[in-house]
């Protein structure tokens, strides 16, 4: 399966961005998706992570109560909608697909990597 992510961009620092995550075929009962960033010189890191049924999720401590992450299996597409954007939240963010249901926060887990969209907040 083939991950597309897009929606990044530049934004003023409070403002918001939806990112999506497109699937080029449906997932499967037992995938969970995720969304991770990578900030220039820093190791890739957890952002958020949702089952397949939509009814669990996680967050990093560093986005929660400010993002949240979604999925339309329908579409085969996953979203993260970032509020209050920070210059710290400055990074490629990536989406993938987990090897299980309830997905977790290691990036060991995901199998499936898009190319990531890059968001960019300026102060």
């Known amino acids: 399966v083939q991950l597309q992510a897009s929606g990044g961009g530049l934004v003023q620092a409070g403002g918001s961005l939806r990112l999506s995550c497109a699937a080029s075929r449906r997932t499967s009962s037992n995938n969970g998706m995720g969304w991770f960033r990578q900030a220039p010189g820093e190791e890739r890191e957890f952002v958020a992570a949702?089952?397949?049924?939509?009814?669990?999720?996680s967050y990093a401590d560093s986005v929660k109560g400010r993002f949240t992450i979604s999925r339309d299996n329908a579409k085969n597409t996953m979203y993260l909608q970032m509020n209050n954007l920070t210059r710290e939240d400055t990074a490629i963010y990536y989406c993938a697909i987990s090897r299980q249901a309830v997905a977790g926060t290691g990036a060991g887990q995901y199998n499936y990597w898009g190319q990531g969209t890059q968001v960019t907040v300026s102060s």
């Open positions: 949702i089952s397949w049924n939509g009814r669990y999720t």
